[in-house]
């Protein structure tokens, strides 16, 4: 049987903004809500001076589609969380062909509840200490971007 922890963070600033974080032993599922989609909205979101600007409708469903598919279970030594003050931040790195991509980042300046968030943190620090590395290389050659540099360097 697995060994689960749940946290569910919302903005205390946005209540549509939510995400929900399971561990699983060694493993951590996303499951986002508007969180996300708000962060890269607002990211991508040209600014207007005359009125607001909206993305096309299309493009809510196929975002939400390309972030579920990044969004598979994170090894937690891929994981990093931080609960500071009333805020939550937490980045985990996409692995692809065993090494890390990209990192994807969420995070709020006031969750509705701190406390909560920071026991998360803990419990999940507590757990990083017994996972295993998932990547194949140590340091800096776990990255795809040292490859890609050697390989230009080269």
Known sequence: MQDTYTYTAR????PDEVATFT??????SVELGGALLAQVERALQPEEAQGE???PPWFRPALTWVVQRLLRPFNIADVTANA??????????VRAGGLRLAPV?????KVDNPDA???FVRELNKRKVSAAHPGRLP??????ATWALVGFLV
């Open 11 to 14: 903005s205390a600033e946005n």
């Open 23 to 28: 561990l699983h032993d060694h493993s951590l």
């Open 53 to 55: 600007a909206r993305l």
């Open 84 to 93: 500071k003050d009333d805020g939550f931040w937490i980045m985990a790195w």
């Open 105 to 109: 980042t969420v995070g709020w300046r």
């Open 117 to 119: 968030a920071q026991a």
């Open 139 to 144: 340091g800096p050659l776990d990255y795809w």
